[in-house]
DNA sequence: AAGATATTTTAAACGCTGTTCAACTTTCGA
DNA sequence: TCGAAAGTTGAACAGCGTTTAAAATATCTT
């Protein structure tokens, strides 16, 4: 009797259709347009429908928030797979950044947006960030315990380029820059290599 | 004949009770509060009068957005009137923070909020952001000069402590943390020193 | 195969939102 | 005092998220 199994896989496609209108939604015609209307136009079900698969409409965005993260893994942790410890954060900063710029929408949900907080602040701990931070943090403590950066609380530093790299994406993708938006982003990076020169030990340079 | 005088000071009047209203709403009750129809209420006039004062609900947010850099530009100066450099930097990035911490609902519109950064990409630059920014760089500049911290592009340092201190901030507001609220905090902290004593040039120290 | 049961979907409604606009009231200068 | 200008009102509009009884569909049991 699989015909349970198969309703369940359906039941879950059905939560994928309206994800993916959703998000395709948003990418399309802005954030306004996203409405459960709309959706429900866009996989032809009537509003009410939607409710039977999310409780509300913030819980879609939760689930875009959830879904966006695995796309992150994958790029943060090839970036922190080659090179020299200094090197790994370059390249885990540099993905970091890239993923934000090609992906803004889901950078909001994942980092910015206040609908998305709402939940992570109601559920009990915010897993798929920490899983993201774990690949930074063991990047950080290599390079500490082999001498590239000063040594010092690995947590405490890797906070630090989090709050940097992010500072950067949350103020470019919400316009909160004074030069053009192509000379800030040149700024950053210069800022950027600033501070990691600042904080490459001397004699491994 | 100062009628017309005491009219427009009756308008301004009129506005500020408005933008006060609003920002009272926010801080009382939530975000989803501030609707035109509480903002009358609130005042006692009727929600159409509101729109002979603002073309629209944006344009609120975007005056109180202006509203509330004139706080922040106090917080910001005399943080920068004292110390050495070095400490000038320190006193201006916890200055920074305990703004965004006291007062977030002036800090989501200043630097976080999508309503804002759509009205400030329609201007003509981001004057305000610029002023506060040239307080930030004038101290850079000075530790640069001074030889307290390398040498090197100024502006692209000065972005840099500004994304960082943004990054803390905003990550921190939009409930984007891994430990507790408070454990972040600290550790936040302790990575802005970190990131300060690998810039301090040692000879001076 | 037929009937009972569970699930899914619909259509309509509710209360809310931002916004507009003709009509009304108040204020003001001549 | 009159006429024009400015300010305010109240009703309406289209849209929103969400709920709910009823209808439709699918599944399980006999």
């Known amino acids: 009797m699989g015909s349970i199994e198969r309703r369940e896989r359906e039941r879950e496609e059905t939560r994928q259709l ?34 039977s ?35 790994r954060l370059k390249n885990i900063g540099e993905a970091y950044l890239k993923f934000a710029f090609e992906n803004p929408q889901r950078y909001d949900l994942m980092f910015i947006s206040a609908t998305s907080g709402k939940k992570i602040a109601e559920s009990d701990g915010w897993h798929v960030g920490e899983k993201a931070f774990d690949v930074l943090h063991a990047t950080v403590k290599l390079a500490m315990d082999e001498g590239y950066i000063p040594k010092g609380d ?17 103020l470019i993708l919400r316009d909160r820059y004074i030069y053009s938006m192509e000379t800030t982003k040149k700024l950053m990076k210069k800022g950027m290599d600033y501070m990691m020169s600042a904080l490459a030990q001397k004699e491994l340079a």
Chains 1, 2 share one sequence.
């Open 154 to 170: 690995s947590k405490a530093a890797s906070m630090m380029f989090w709050a940097h790299v992010h500072g950067i994406a949350s």
């Open 53 to 87: 698969y999310f409780k509300d409409k913030d819980e879609i965005f939760y689930a875009l928030h959830f879904q966006a993260f695995e796309h992150f893994f994958d790029t943060l942790r090839s970036a922190a797979l080659f090179g020299s410890p200094m090197e």
């Open 18 to 51: 309206i994800l993916n209108a959703a998000l395709n939604l948003w990418m399309k015609d802005g954030f306004e347009s996203v409405t459960i209307r709309n959706i429900a136009d866009a996989i032809e079900y009537t509003p009410g429908a939607i409710y």
